[in-house]
């Protein structure tokens, strides 16, 4: 995959430098939450525990089905 074809995946291509930079740092703080709530998912699943419903928004799930 290209420079070009992975800056259009992740919404980058026409943003000015400083545009750039805020678009990836909200793109790695969202990977980061979305791991943090896999991480606690598998975790309860291995300890018989699952999250209370309301974590679905941080995994990504609509909350319109």
Known sequence: M???????RL???GLTGAER???IRLLTERL???TAAA?????????GHRPPPDTAPVLGASENG
């Open 2 to 8: 290209s420079q070009e074809e992975r800056d259009a």
């Open 11 to 13: 919404g980058l291509t």
């Open 21 to 23: 930079e805020a678009r």
């Open 32 to 34: 980061e939450r979305e």
């Open 39 to 47: 991480k606690a998912a598998l975790g309860a699943d291995r300890t």
